[in-house]
């Protein structure tokens, strides 16, 4: 991506709501041409305000000593200070200053924010594939990152008021629905057959410096966030889903192979897509549209940007495909703080001739 690209994705950035750090310095690094240049080094495909935000969080969370670490509640706490006029020089001159460390970064980092909280995609797909089939089912998601969503049917979940899920789990993810009653039973979960993770290139939550990558790319105001990461990161390390290293578009029939033959499948993406280079896509989509060659496909994606949800807050559209077709079912934040059902969400899920009821 070249320069005028580059600013103009910092200028036009939308979603970074809650860091008002990071809502600032999205206009400071488009006008300024040095960090621009140095936010484009980001590999192909990512997502430049991420990659540059991430690399110099990472240092500012691995010791840094820098007037900048003061913005950063993450690194200091309570007492860090607000925006104000000083902020976009501190922040020019640390990128500067440390220009060759975050070069370095964006030069083998991808953008592999494993929000937790979109765990809910994968929990709700199931409970759908639930309400049509009593097959086992197989869970795939392209783009998993460490696989911490894959271990959705582990995790305990608070809901429009009810809490479903593992009460003895480590992890306990709050998302506001104001409508709950267009759910399916999140309680009522298919036989789980195979999980597999596909991913570029999976981090490895035994490795620190993986761990520390996945800890900086959470923004400097999500503490709740940060530490859901924590205790996900503790529950998958004890017992890690199967995530293989590739990609979708040349791995992805493959991959489909590897699973039960005729068992229903469920393929889930969340905030990957918007990482493929644009002249790629098609070759992803074919990729994941792969896994329907050996059974039944619901895919959830959770990529439909600039989506209004009902109670009129902007947020990004989770689309169901099944045998029928395509259709957005659900309007959410970016990170699943919030999700908003539309009604066709309760429109049944249409398995293929493979297996409709098990």
């Known amino acids: 991506m070249g320069g005028v690209g580059t600013a103009e994705v910092f200028r036009g950035a939308r979603g970074f709501d809650s860091s008002p750090l990071y809502r600032h310095l999205l206009g400071v690094v488009a006008d300024d041409p040095a960090l621009v240049e140095l936010a484009a080094g980001a590999r192909p495909g990512q997502q430049p305000t991420f990659a540059l935000f991430g690399a110099v969080h990472q240092l500012l969370l691995g010791g840094v000593t820098d007037p ?18 000083d902020t976009g020089r501190v922040f020019t001159r640390f990128c500067l200053a440390h220009a060759d460390r975050i070069s370095a970064i964006l030069a083998t980092r991808l953008v592999q924010t494993n929000q937790v909280q979109r765990s809910l995609v994968t929990r709700l797909g199931l409970a759908l594939l639930r309400a049509v089939t009593r097959a086992p089912v197989c869970v795939v998601e392209v783009g998993c990152s460490a696989g911490l969503n894959l271990r959705a049917d582990r995790y305990a979940f608070s809901v429009g008021g009810s809490t479903i899920g593992d009460p003895t789990s480590g992890v306990h993810i709050r998302v506001d629905v104001p409508d709950a009653r267009l759910l399916p039973d999140l309680a009522r979960l298919p036989v789980v057959a195979d999980v597999v993770g596909v991913d570029l290139d999976p981090p490895d939550l035994t490795d620190a410096g993986d761990r520390a990558w996945l800890r900086a790319l959470v923004w400097p105001e999500n503490a709740p966030q940060a530490a859901l990461l924590a205790q996900a990161m503790r529950v998958v390390a004890d017992d890690p889903p199967r995530v293989l290293r590739g990609d979708v578009a040349e791995i992805g029939a493959e991959v489909a192979a590897s699973l039960p033959a005729g068992l229903p499948r469920l393929v889930v993406h969340t905030a990957t897509r918007i990482h493929v280079p644009v002249d790629r896509r098609p070759a992803f ?9 050996g059974g039944p496909m619901l895919h959830l994606a959770l990529e439909d ?5 009902p109670s009129g807050r902007a947020g990004i559209g989770l689309t169901a495909t099944d045998a029928a077709g395509s259709r957005t079912i659900a309007v959410a934040d970016g990170h699943l703080a919030w999700l908003e059902p539309l009604p066709e969400l309760g429109t049944p899920i249409i398995l293929g001739a493979e297996d409709r009821k098990g």
């Open 68 to 85: 900048l670490a003061a913005y950063y509640p993450s690194v200091v706490g309570a007492r860090a200070r607000a925006v104000d006029a």
């Open 305 to 309: 940007d600039q989506r209004i949800a």
């Open 285 to 293: 989509d074919a990729g994941v549209a792969a896994f329907a060659a």
